[in-house]
């Protein structure tokens, strides 16, 4: 089974970027979909942007034209590029693989992202 950890969270002023990076121990060359969800406190996960093997993404519509996710296949990384940060974005950051595309997901262990002047 794939681990996953994420790096890249941290505090950031309304209107900047944060590059969120998701490791994973072996290739993810065959993994059929990744991604990230978000936890806010008090709120239930909710997924942010998906990608799968061949590269096909999708976006909340609340994150989309303001994140981009891509995959390194050759660094078994996938990242979330969050520019134009709203304090609304503020939440826990987890990192998902769905390798066989069947919903049954592992998880890293999450990232902070908090966003505050």
């Known amino acids: 089974q794939v681990q996953l950890v994420e790096s890249g969270g941290g505090l950031v002023q309304p209107g900047g970027s944060l590059r969120l990076s998701c490791a994973a121990s072996?290739?993810?060359?065959?993994?059929?979909?990744m991604g990230w969800y978000r936890q806010a406190p008090g709120k239930q996960r909710k997924l942010v942007a998906t990608?799968?093997?061949?590269?096909?993404?999708n976006y909340a519509d609340s994150v989309k034209g303001r994140f981009t996710i891509s995959r390194d296949n050759a660094k078994n990384t996938v990242y979330l590029q969050m520019n134009s940060l709203k304090p609304e974005d503020t939440a826990v950051y987890y990192c998902?693989?769905?390798?066989?595309?069947?919903?049954?997901?592992?998880w890293g262990q999450g990232t902070q992202v908090t966003v505050s002047s």
């Open positions: 990608i799968t093997s061949g590269d096909t993404t």
């Open positions: 998902y693989a769905d390798p066989l595309g069947d919903g049954h997901y592992t």
């Open positions: 072996g290739s993810i060359f065959s993994i059929y979909a």
